[in-house]
């Protein structure tokens, strides 16, 4: 090879190099950029999107929308009439404050209800499953629009609804393709992947983007400071605990038991409330599909079951009358069977997947008077129930 060649080659791959990391520089300059009229938040827990404050805009990264190895998405969000800046040709623009938003799932509802934002909202993919019940009462005013989801979006509703910004989830195996109607458009699309973090405090983090979006920084750093105290001072107060007691999670279905993985927000729950989960050194996120026969041998002698069922109106006796071998397990026997299924209106919808992942020091608080009722005495289960006989 000459060295011509050569040179040619190594200056191709500096140019590469350059292009393809120009946004990444410019995202490591941004903390240094003091002059920015914007009250900042920091991102400490959570792992799949980033906020940078500049001078007049903010620019978000959300980090593996899809939950696999896709391009880390780029959001400008900027005051009205704010001149887009040079440099970040596939960043989706976003006008801030948000004043209308089409929200996908009842976790977008907790997010809005927990910055007293739910007047924003003014669609949602479905109108049956929302707890909030100052959504309800606006749903039923006729404030907000079902605009369908997924594959059933209903782009023309939305389009001719015009919103500040559709917020859906990242699914896994999705694509922005999905939304090339929308975007061209001029309606700018927003994954929110909160299901890819790890941490209950990870997941609620993801307020401090919203809190972006609506330029409620300084109210989401009071609270959500708080909230991570209280976390981090109930976890401290169940790590102190002489016993951990053992847990079993979930419920078999046709296909597998679906147990929580060592490294998902759930095993973390557990190992925070000084419980003693099986597969709790497990590498995996997300869940772990076993066969009956390979959570059997545990589930005989759990000390507790949690998470048992799916309907509201379940009870130890139903549980026994899905399977038969249910009646074996010690936590059936001994009557500690509990659901996260305490707030469930007559629509069917779960406040602890609403207002539950902004709150896990009371998710938490719930698991500890479960496993040590001695630590937090005076504590009533908010999201969690004993199943009755």
């Not at 906020?51 to 896709?70: A, C, M, R, T």
């Amino acid at each position: 090879m000459s060295k011509i060649l050569q040179l040619l080659i190594l200056l191709a791959l500096v140019i590469h190099g350059c292009t393809s990391s120009g946004d990444k520089r410019r995202e490591q300059q941004a903390p240094s950029d003091s002059i920015t009229p914007f009250v900042k938040t920091e991102i400490h827990h959570a792992r799949g999107f980033k906020i940078y404050y500049f001078k007049d805009f903010k620019l978000v990264s959300i980090i593996n929308p899809f939950g696999g190895q896709s391009d880390t998405l780029q959001y400008i969000l900027q005051k009205k009439n704010a001149a887009m800046p040079a440099g970040y040709p596939r960043a989706q623009r976003i006008e801030i404050p948000v004043k209308s938003l089409a929200g996908m799932s009842s976790m977008h509802v907790g997010l809005l209800g927990f910055l007293d934002a739910e007047n924003v909202l003014t669609a949602l993919g479905s109108l049956q499953y929302v707890y909030s019940p100052k959504v309800i009462g606006m749903i039923k005013a006729g404030k907000i629009a079902e605009v369908g989801r997924d594959q059933g979006l209903n782009d023309e509703k939305i389009i001719e609804m015009q919103p500040g910004l559709v917020m859906t989830i990242g699914n896994p195996g999705g694509k922005m393709d999905h939304y090339r109607t929308l975007k061209e458009a001029g309606i700018p699309v927003l994954i929110n992947s909160e299901w890819v973090e790890q941490t209950p405090l990870a997941r609620a983090e993801w307020v401090k983007l919203m809190a972006a979006l609506l330029d409620k920084e300084e109210l989401v750093n009071k609270k959500f400071a708080q909230i991570e105290t209280e976390y981090q001072r109930l976890s401290a107060l169940a790590q102190k605990a002489t016993k951990k007691p053992t847990v079993l999670s979930g419920l078999n279905t046709k296909d597998a038991w679906f147990l929580p993985s060592g490294n998902s927000y759930m095993a973390r729950f557990f190992k925070d409330a000084g419980a003693d989960y099986h597969w709790g050194a497990s590498p995996a996120t997300g869940s772990l599909p076993l066969s009956f026969e390979a959570v059997y041998p545990f589930a005989l002698v759990a000390d507790y079951w949690l998470n048992v069922g799916f309907d509201s109106r379940d009870t130890r006796k139903s549980i026994i009358a899905q399977d038969a071998r249910y009646a074996d397990f010690k936590a059936v026997r001994t009557g500690r069977l509990y659901s996260y299924n305490r707030l469930v209106n007559a629509r069917g919808s779960n406040d602890f997947f609403e207002s539950g992942s902004l709150n896990p020091h009371t998710v938490l608080a719930d698991m500890i008077r479960i496993f040590h009722p001695e630590l937090l005495p005076d504590h009533q289960l908010v999201y969690y129930k004993q199943l009755p006989e």
